[in-house]
């Protein structure tokens, strides 16, 4: 296989430095936790008490993963812990199932932009992918029949993200029926790629993989929660079989994950309510900022995201962003579209990460670096 490092990992602000960035409006997740957030007294019945991670033992772990951070990921749904295959991050999973998914010659259909591991694993198997390019005149929303048009016999799996990285567009639960439909007429596999559910403005739909044995649901601690150090992905299937073929593909890549990260984010999950209801409400407030910004300027246009911490707009009038002034005269930092495939003059904006002011300063500083395309 022949592996090429991604543009969004190369420049990623971990790679130049977290130091060299003064206003980061560059990460796709929340605010990263520090390990003394992490509430080590456990709300659990059956694990009472405080918890000495000193008293670990180091020893492999279940191969698909923590059984009660298993349960703890569908506590209040149908699926079980056995449908759960904890991973090394979303990206692990999303690895894991294109491996297994798809031989040279196959074909998958990937909504565009995506993250980049949906489409640089698959092409490195020597699948053909087919893009459904979302367009931003269109809000950015998908057009099903254009899915439908893409489908061949070659066809194994439908890649969607839900809400979508960069722009933060949701599936309607009508979308999502359909692309399940799809997938269960033509017995190919729908990946949703839920890596930003838990931070859906509106209603939440259900985790997809409850709906049919034809989806998998794809998640991680990274994003809603700014644990993307601990590493803890997961992959949701009710396919028990094709469940089967992800742990044989995971134990040949690593045998069982990090007991040390599974044990935290078991503790995590465990006072999640906590954690969570604070988070949302600090990335309801920088998306106010945000939107604010939005509307008081005059050089930039979106498509208002309807979940997640990032968005993705553009600039008007035949501009584009002066990328390296930005970051040596502003020290601020955001996506450019060249990590999502898209041109320049389109930028990811991550307002769930930085401080509030940080996300002023580098928002105000985006105007100060528009240059001619
Ligand atoms: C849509 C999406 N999926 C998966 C990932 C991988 O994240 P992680 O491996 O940290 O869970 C990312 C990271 O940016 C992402 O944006």
């Known amino acids: 296989m022949l592996y090429r490092r991604m543009p969004i990992e190369v420049e990623s602000p971990e790679q130049l430095g977290y130091d060299s960035i003064r206003n980061n409006l560059s990460e796709s997740s929340y605010t990263d936790a520090f390990f003394r957030d992490i509430e080590l007294d456990s709300a659990d ?4 008490g405080a918890f000495n991670l000193r008293d670990l033992v180091l020893c492999y772990g279940d191969h698909a993963g923590h059984p009660g951070l298993r349960q703890l990921i569908v506590d ?11 991973t090394i991050g979303a990206a692990g999973a999303l690895f894991i199932i294109a491996t297994t998914l798809l ?3 196959d074909e998958l259909i990937v ?3 995506n993250y980049a591991t949906n489409i640089e694993t698959p092409l490195a198997i020597g699948a053909a992918i087919k893009y459904i390019d979302l367009q931003f005149e269109e809000g950015f929303q998908l057009d099903i029949e254009k899915v439908k048009a893409a489908l061949t016999p070659k066809t194994r799996y439908i890649s969607v993200t839900h809400p979508h990285n960069p722009t933060g567009v949701c599936l309607s639960a009508e979308e999502q029926r359909s692309l399940i439909n799809i997938a269960e007429q033509h017995g190919i596999y729908l990946l949703v790629d839920e890596t930003y559910r838990d931070m859906v403005f509106g209603e939440q739909l259900p985790i997809a993989a409850t709906h049919s044995e034809r989806i998998i649901s794809v998640s991680s601690l990274s994003k809603t929660y700014g644990l993307p150090g601990l590493r803890t992905g997961w992959l949701i299937c009710r396919d028990q079989k094709l469940m089967e073929q992800f742990l044989a593909a995971k134990e040949q890549i690593h045998i069982c994950g990090p007991v040390i990260d599974e044990e935290l984010s078991f503790r995590y999950l465990l006072h999640r309510d906590k954690y969570y209801d604070r988070i949302r409400k600090d ?9 604010n910004w939005m509307e008081r300027q005059t050089h930039f246009e979106w498509v208002e995201p309807q979940g997640g911490c990032v968005c993705f707009p553009r600039t008007k009038d035949k501009h ?3 990328y ?3 970051l040596e005269k502003y020290g601020t930092y955001v996506g450019p579209g060249h990590w999502f495939d898209m041109p320049d003059h389109y930028m990811r904006i991550g307002f769930g990460w ?20």
């Open 76 to 86: 209040d749904t149908s699926l079980k812990k056995d449908d759960v295959l904890l």
């Open 320 to 322: 584009t962003l002066d």
């Open 111 to 113: 909504v565009r932009p």
């Open 354 to 373: 930085p401080t509030k002011e940080r996300l002023e300063e580098g928002l105000a500083a985006l105007e100060n670096c528009l240059i001619a395309r």
């Open 45 to 48: 019945p059956n694990h009472p």
């Open 283 to 291: 990335i309801k407030e920088k998306f106010t900022i945000t939107k």
């Open 103 to 105: 031989e040279k010659g």
């Open 324 to 326: 390296k002034l930005l």
